[in-house]
Nanobody
Framework: QVQLDESGGGLVQPGGSLRLSCAAS????????MGWYRQPPGKQRELVAT???????NYADSVQGRFTISRDNAKNMVYLQMNSLKPDDAAVYYC???????????????WGQGTQVTVSS
């Protein structure tokens, strides 16, 4: 019913920048929180940043001051601007959205398929 499509990943040198985008589509009535998570190789998935529909943001300590999450409610999109990238930031980045669909009053979480970010010289 709902699809999340991420884009913007790739290879970047340490100190570089990338901007991830995630577009939500489908039978969407309302999206509350949206966020980015990442899963480094051999590790568990972890929170990177979240943003409410009102614009309240939350960041992992490891990215505070380097990453910025934003969203466009009219387009059902969320973005992650990543600056000063470090090798430790390398991971598969996943978009998540908490969605109420048009056919049910129950809110549930949806995930994208992930986009690879590689930080290497």
């Amino acid at each position: 019913q709902v699809q999340l499509d991420e884009s913007g990943g790739g290879l970047v040198q340490p100190g570089g920048s990338l901007r991830l985008s995630c577009a939500a589509s489908g039978a969407i009535r309302r999206i509350s929180a949206m966020g980015w998570y990442r899963q480094p190789p051999g590790k568990q998935r972890e929170l990177v940043a979240t943003i409410t529909d009102g614009g309240y943001t939350n960041y992992a300590d490891s990215v505070q001051g380097r990453f910025t999450i934003s969203r466009d409610n009219a387009k059902n999109m969320v973005y992650l601007q990543m600056n000063s990238l470090k090798p430790d930031d390398a991971a598969v980045y996943y978009c998540k959205a908490s969605v109420v669909v048009t056919t049910s009053p129950i809110r549930r979480d949806y995930w994208g398929q992930g986009t690879q970010v590689t930080v290497s010289s």
